[in-house]
C-alpha cells in the first residue's frame, strides 16, 4: 500500500508543478454528481482494503478505494450498519466516495448525516503531503474539523486516503407504516410525531401516500403503532432500498426535466412549484421534478427558510450547488488555497472558481 501511496504522491506533486487537473474518482458511481468532472483520471481504487474494525467500540476504519458492499457485508456480520444509510447507486461505490459526495439515504433525519459519524481522516494534499485529522492527531487547522468538512467535499480539497467511521447497532425490529394523506396534513403529521417519543427511523410522503418506518425494540414498535394508526406495509425494506439507491418509480423521469433537491424547515408549508413531487426526512428533504425556471426554484426554497439544488440532468449551466454567500465563498476560497494552491483537485466540481 505504500508504493500505491507513493504513486498517488508522484502524480500529484506532478500535476500540482504543471497544474494539470486531477478528476478524482472511484466506482464513478456519482460521477454525475455535481458539476461536469474535467482532467486526468487518479482512480483511487487499487488503494483498498478495511484496516480496523472492532465491532465492540462500534469503529471501522478502511482505505478510500474500499467498495462500500464490503464494508458492509463485514459490519453485517456484527448485526452492525453505517446508520446514515449512504447511497451506492451502483456496485462499485467506495467508500472515498461517500465521504466525498456526502449523501445519506432515509435515516438521515433520525440519526444524522454522514459528517456526524466520521471519527478521522487522512487526507493527502496537493503538496503530496499526507496529512491525518480527528482522533487523537491533530483536529484541525484554524479551527476547522477537517475530518468532517470533507464530507460533501466532492475531491476538492484533496485526496481522501484513509477514513474512520463509527457505525451503530441493527435495530432488533422494524415496521413500516402506510397513511392515506395530502402533502399538507402529512407534513402536519410529521411535525406532531418529530416533537414526541416514537422510534421513527424513516418517513416518505409520495402521491397521497405517506410511509413511516420505525425501528428499534418490539415494545416501543408495538405501542407506536397502537398510538400512530395506519396500515403495516409487507416487505417494506425494498421499498426503503429504492429509496436509498433512488431505484423507485419516483425516480425514474427523463432527462428533460432536472431533479431538484431542496432542503427547508420540515415545517415550511407545501411548495407551490409545479411538478412531480417526493417528501423525506420528516418534511426536510424534498424532491422535485420540474422544468421552472432555476431562479425561480431556488427563491422559492429561501423564502421558505432553506435551499435547492439541482441533483440529477437539467441544465448544469444554472449551478448545481446553491450560490454561497460572499462570506461562506471567502471560507471555501481560503479552504481550498490551503490544502490545493495549485487548484488541481476536481476544479469546478462545486463551483467554478473552486
Known sequence: MEKILQDFRERIQAASAHKTALRIQGGASKSWYGQQSVGELLDTRAYAGIVAYEPTELVITARCGTPLAQIEAALD????????????????????????????????ATVGAVRDFVLGASLMDGRGELLHFGGQVMKNVAGYDVSR????????????????????PKPFAETTLVFALSEAEALTRLNQWGGQA??????????????????GAEAAIRSAKKQLGG???????????????????????????????????????????????????????????????????RDAASRAGGHASLFRAGDKSVGV?????????????????????AGIFNPGRMYPDL
Do not use: C
Not at 468538512?149 to 451503530?168: H, P, Q, R
Not at 422510534?199 to 410511509?211: E, N, Q
Not at 418534511?283 to 432555476?294: K, S
Not at 450560490?323 to 488555497?337: C, D, E, Q, S
Open 231 to 297: 396500515e403495516e406495509v409487507k416487505d417494506a425494506a425494498s421499498y426503503w432500498h429504492s429509496l436509498r439507491e433512488q431505484t423507485h418509480e419516483f425516480f425514474a423521469q427523463d432527462d428533460e426535466h432536472g431533479l431538484w433537491r431542496l432542503s427547508l424547515p420540515s415545517s415550511a408549508v407545501p411548495s407551490q412549484l409545479t411538478g412531480k413531487s417526493m417528501i423525506e426526512w420528516g418534511g426536510a428533504q424534498r424532491w422535485l421534478f420540474t422544468d421552472e425556471n432555476p431562479q425561480h426554484i
Open 198 to 215: 416514537l422510534p421513527i427511523s424513516a418517513s416518505a410522503w409520495h402521491v397521497g401516500r405517506l410511509m413511516l418506518r420505525l425501528s
Open 77 to 108: 456480520q456484527h448485526h452492525q450498519m453505517l446508520a446514515f444509510e449512504p447511497p451506492r447507486f451502483n456496485q462499485h461505490a467506495t467508500l472515498g466516495g461517500m465521504l466525498a459526495a456526502g449523501l445519506s439515504g432515509p435515516r438521515r
Open 321 to 341: 450547488f446553491a450560490p454561497l454567500t460572499p462570506a461562506v465563498a471567502k471560507i471555501h476560497r481560503n479552504l481550498k488555497a490551503a490544502f490545493d494552491p
Open 149 to 168: 468538512l470533507l464530507a460533501g467535499s466532492m475531491g476538492t480539497l484533496g485526496l481522501i486516503t484513509d477514513i474512520s467511521i463509527k457505525v451503530l
